[in-house]
Nanobody
Framework: LLTLVESGGGSVEAGGSLRLSCVVS????????MGWVRQAPGKEREGVAA????????YADSVKGRFTISRDRNNNYNLYLQMNNLKPEDTGTYYC?????????????????WGQGTQVTVSS
């Protein structure tokens, strides 16, 4: 059983940066695929970024070049999302996931483990 807890969300102006963290608790006997998903008000969840067991990363086109996903293999695979040059359309609740898919568009809320989310608000 894994528990994921996100933090680092907040309110920023367009062009600003935030770094989201996802602390993973529980035993991981091998390297999991992990990722970030966001949900804007009134919209469906959208895969943002993912990292597979080998460390390969994928990103939604809307965030490519601005967001970077990473994880700490020495610290129970805690997951991070560095978000730069934020835009108002990045506003939403951001969720981290483990064992829910290895590609950003494959992250499935019916699979794996998910955090409770952290709110990101970007003003213009």
């Amino acid at each position: 059983l894994l528990t994921l807890v996100e933090s680092g969300g907040g309110s920023v102006e367009a062009g600003g940066s935030l770094r989201l963290s996802c602390v993973v608790s529980g035993y991981l006997h091998n390297t999991p695929c992990m990722g970030w998903v966001r949900q804007a008000p009134g919209k469906e969840r959208e895969g943002v970024a993912a990292i597979d067991a080998d460390g390969s990363t994928t990103y939604a086109d809307s965030v490519k070049g601005r967001f970077t996903i990473s994880r700490d293999r020495n610290n129970n695979y805690n997951l991070y999302l560095q978000m730069n040059n934020l835009k108002p359309e990045d506003t939403g609740t951001y969720y981290c996931a483990a064992r829910a898919g290895c590609y950003y568009s494959d992250l499935d809320p019916a699979l794996g483990y998910w955090g409770q989310g952290t709110q990101v608000t970007v003003s213009s």
